[in-house]
């Protein structure tokens, strides 16, 4: 299968023009999705910076488009109920003509929820049981059925999700690597995942999460695996770095120490995203932090016919 490439374009420190202009250069350059945060505060350096949000920036985004897949990398399950999830979802489909994902994961950022009343949970734990109900109930409403749950944390009475998304099947995409619960929703009830980290960590993952397949009777290909990295592509190391030192400045931040980060040539970018292939990532996704640089999301294509 060829190597599918996204970009995820950070919505803080940014203007509206800006990230729009860089989610249209990502489809002209042949990028096949586009895909965005869903946070209410910067999450990056202060958090008090400007910052869109995500479903309405996606919507947005598919009027000036017309090919790529639009979704959240991922959305936050504390902030929506299901259902208005999957209906926010359905909508997307239909204004994007069938191209809608709908990312989702347990939520981590507890300032954002602080400061706008939002239920955060007492623990990890209980987000992510939260998780797995609410993924459960998206995919019987985004299936069409009628759905009546009286669960640990959600409560449906005939709930119905019409019309129906486009899609014949819209895909529930899960973010998040903790090896008991979230990767067992993503062998339960997920379309698509995405990680990050060096090729130790995410080997050990995917073991983890064919293991939950393995339980539960589900064949791990029909999972889509995503791998995300931030990425800035110039013909030499040194050059990319400067412009990466520009980004952390212009979101008043530092490097992240333990991020496997993609700075050089096409040649050296293909270089490291090549051992994941063998393994099933099917897609890879460019991190862009604002300013977006477009030289990267222009250049991105070249990495493309480098790993065939």
Same mark, same amino acid.
């Given at each position: 299968?060829?190597?599918?490439?996204?970009?995820?374009?950070?919505?803080?420190?940014?203007?509206?023009?800006?990230?729009?202009?860089?989610?249209?250069?990502?489809? $002209?350059?042949?990028?096949?999705?586009?895909?965005?945060?869903?946070? %209410?505060?910067?999450?990056?350096?202060?958090?008090?910076?400007?910052?869109?949000?995500?479903?309405?920036? %996606?919507a947005a985004i598919a009027s000036l488009t017309s090919r790529v897949?639009?979704?959240?990398?991922?959305? $936050?399950?504390?902030?929506?109920?299901?259902?208005?999830?999957?209906k926010t979802a359905t909508t997307l489909d239909h204004v994007s003509?069938?191209? $809608?994902?709908?990312?989702?994961?347990?939520?981590?950022?507890?300032?954002?929820?602080?400061?706008?009343?939002?239920?955060?949970?007492?623990?990890?734990?209980?987000?992510?049981?939260?998780?797995?109900?609410?993924v459960g109930l998206m995919r019987r409403l985004l299936n069409g059925?009628?759905?009546?749950?009286?669960?640990?944390? &959600?409560?449906?009475?005939?709930?119905?999700?019409?019309?129906?998304?486009?899609?014949?099947?819209?895909?529930?995409?899960?973010?998040?690597?903790?090896?008991?619960?979230?990767?067992?929703?993503?062998?339960?009830?997920?379309?698509?995942?995405?990680?990050?980290?060096?090729?130790?960590?995410?080997?050990? %993952?995917?073991?983890?999460?064919?293991?939950?397949?393995?339980?539960?009777?589900?064949?791990?290909?029909?999972?889509?695996?995503?791998?995300?990295?931030?990425?800035?592509?110039?013909?030499?190391?040194?050059?990319?770095? $400067?412009?990466?030192?520009?980004?952390?400045?212009?979101?008043?931040?530092?490097?992240?120490?333990?991020?496997?980060?993609?700075?050089?040539? =096409?040649?050296?970018?293909?270089?490291?995203?090549?051992? &994941?292939?063998?393994?099933?990532?099917?897609?890879?996704?460019?991190?862009?932090?604002? =300013?977006?640089?477009?030289?990267?999301?222009?250049?991105?294509?070249?990495?493309?016919?480098?790993?065939?």
């Open positions: 299968m060829p190597v599918r490439f996204g970009a995820q374009l950070w919505p803080q420190g940014t203007d509206w023009p800006t990230m729009r202009d860089a989610a249209v250069a990502a489809e $002209a350059a042949g990028g096949d999705s586009v895909w965005t945060w869903d946070h %209410l505060l910067a999450i990056q350096g202060p958090w008090q910076q400007p910052i869109f949000e995500g479903w309405m920036s %996606l897949r639009l979704g959240l990398m991922v959305g $936050a399950n504390t902030f929506r109920n299901p259902g208005l999830t999957a003509d069938g191209r $809608a994902i709908l990312g989702i994961g347990g939520a981590w950022f507890e300032r954002e929820h602080e400061a706008f009343g939002i239920p955060f949970g007492a623990t990890t734990g209980e987000r992510l049981d939260w998780l797995d109900e609410s059925e009628l759905v009546t749950h009286d669960g640990p944390h &959600y409560r449906m009475v005939d709930a119905l999700c019409e019309p129906r998304p486009i899609q014949e099947r819209l895909p529930i995409l899960v973010g998040g690597s903790g090896p008991k619960k979230t990767l067992r929703t993503v062998a339960r009830h997920a379309d698509g995942w995405n990680t990050s980290g060096d090729l130790e960590t995410v080997q050990r %993952l995917l073991e983890i999460l064919g293991n939950h397949c393995q339980d539960l009777g589900r064949d791990l290909g029909d999972i889509e695996l995503t791998v995300s990295f931030p990425m800035v592509i110039r013909d030499t190391v040194a050059e990319a770095q $400067a412009v990466r030192a520009a980004q952390l400045a212009h979101n008043g931040m530092t490097e992240q120490s333990n991020a496997v980060i993609l700075l050089g040539s =096409p040649e050296l970018a293909a270089d490291m995203i090549r051992p &994941y292939l063998p393994l099933g990532f099917s897609t890879v996704i460019a991190r862009l932090a604002a =300013p977006f640089d477009r030289e990267t999301i222009d250049r991105i294509g070249e990495v493309s016919e480098l790993l065939g």
